[in-house]
């Protein structure tokens, strides 16, 4: 028995259109439409984080100053500092101020979001705070941990307003209004994110061949073995 090798090449050689197609580059997710992008213009929420930061030195420094113009509210002592006054009206103020600073400088979504909801939860503190405070206060009625507004009834009305709840009610608003306009992604939320940097992964090309079309034609052909017998 005899082993005889025979130089075959193949029977049907590639057409001109498969040999001449470039390679496909894999391309990055980058370069597709985003379907949520995270960056907004600045203007998004300068205006609702503008009004938050307004609201939350109203809220803080009112109790403060008030007595000096007779918006008083527990007490006619001016730049009376107690436990109360902190859980009460400074903390959720700067809250306010906090949050609105961050919305109103923020170009990232997910940052502007978190100014809207700390902001969010400041205004709901205003208007919960003095029914809550009877938890650690231990009394009802008017006479609690916020103690009780000084004036005409005319007067006491606009404190317990101007105070607390609708000071509060006003900056919810904001808030949620602030959330409402991140949530969206308009058109040009998109239109920045295409003219954005893009990091892409370097493209995967076919390996360098000597006609540069994927296919290497100085390659040896392929042998067959053929066993005969003589």
């Known amino acids: 028995m005899e082993r005889s090798t025979i130089d075959e090449r193949p029977r049907t050689a590639p057409s001109d259109d498969i040999r001449r197609r470039p390679p496909r580059p894999r391309t990055a997710r980058s370069d597709r439409a985003p379907r949520?992008?995270?960056?907004v213009p600045r203007s998004r929420g300068a205006v609702s984080g503008f009004l938050?930061?307004?609201l939350g030195i109203w809220g803080g420094l009112i109790p403060l100053v008030g007595p000096y113009f007779g918006y008083e509210f527990g007490s006619d002592q001016t730049w009376l500092v107690n436990w109360n006054r902190v859980w009460l009206d400074i903390l959720p103020g700067a809250a306010l101020v906090?949050?609105?600073l961050i919305l109103l400088g923020s170009a990232n979504r997910a940052r502007g979001a978190?100014?809207?909801?700390l902001a969010l939860?400041?205004?709901i503190w205003f208007v919960a705070g003095p029914t809550v405070s009877m938890l650690w206060d231990g009394t009802l009625g008017p006479a609690n941990a916020i103690g009780q507004p000084l004036g005409s009834n005319g007067g006491q009305v606009l404190?317990?307003?101007g105070y607390f709840y609708a000071l509060g009610a006003v900056a919810t608003a904001l808030a949620a209004f602030a959330l409402g306009r991140l949530a969206v992604v308009g058109v040009r939320d998109v239109e920045l994110a295409r003219d954005a940097?893009?990091?892409?992964r370097p493209a995967a090309t076919a390996p360098a061949t000597a006609d540069g079309d994927g296919i290497d034609e100085s390659a040896p052909p392929r042998r067959?073995?053929?066993f005969s017998r003589r």
Do not use: Q, S
């Open 36 to 39: 949520r992008t995270m960056r």
């Open 52 to 54: 938050l930061v307004l």
């Open 98 to 100: 906090l949050g609105g």
């Open 114 to 117: 978190f100014g809207g909801w």
């Open 121 to 123: 939860a400041g205004g």
């Open 159 to 161: 404190e317990l307003l």
């Open 197 to 200: 940097p893009a990091y892409r």
């Open 224 to 226: 067959r073995r053929i």
